[in-house]
């Protein structure tokens, strides 16, 4: 069974930092790009960032450019989203995702993606 498993979340002040974890299995892991998308009340889903297997390039939402660090560690099957100087407006539940039933380019980053944790919720309180 495949499971998409966030952590991390949580309340933190405006300027503080977070790490959020996507604990992959039921899959290769290696062969597959992982992003994280976020959605706020209100708003549309929107992709914070990505990262690719085959050379670990990366991608990130204008957002949080210079503030967001995401990164992989295959033998644990994870990916991390460090999220530094956290803002309000970075208010939201954040979700991990897969392209791993979508067929074609298995490194697609940013997307589009069809597996999806269940979100961790991230408030930053101004």
């Known amino acids: 069974e495949v499971q998409l498993v966030e952590s991390g979340g949580g309340l933190v002040q405006a300027g503080g930092s977070l790490r959020l974890s996507c604990a992959a299995s039921?899959?290769?892991?290696?062969?597959?790009?992982i992003g994280w998308f976020r959605q706020a009340p209100g708003k549309e889903r929107e992709v914070v960032s990505c990262?690719?297997?085959?050379?670990?390039?990366?991608y990130y939402g204008d957002s949080v450019k210079g503030r967001f660090t995401i990164s992989r560690d295959n033998a644990k099957n994870t990916v991390y989203l460090q999220m530094n100087s956290l803002k309000p407006e970075d208010t939201a539940v954040y979700y991990c995702?897969?392209?791993?039933?979508?067929?074609?380019?298995?490194?697609?980053?940013?997307?589009?993606?069809?597996?999806w944790g269940q979100g961790t919720q991230v408030t930053v309180s101004s």
């Open positions: 995702a897969a392209p791993l039933g979508l067929g074609g380019d298995s490194n697609r980053c940013p997307g589009p993606y069809d597996y």
């Open positions: 039921g899959f290769t892991f290696d062969d597959y790009a």
């Open positions: 990262i690719s297997s085959s050379d670990g390039s990366t």
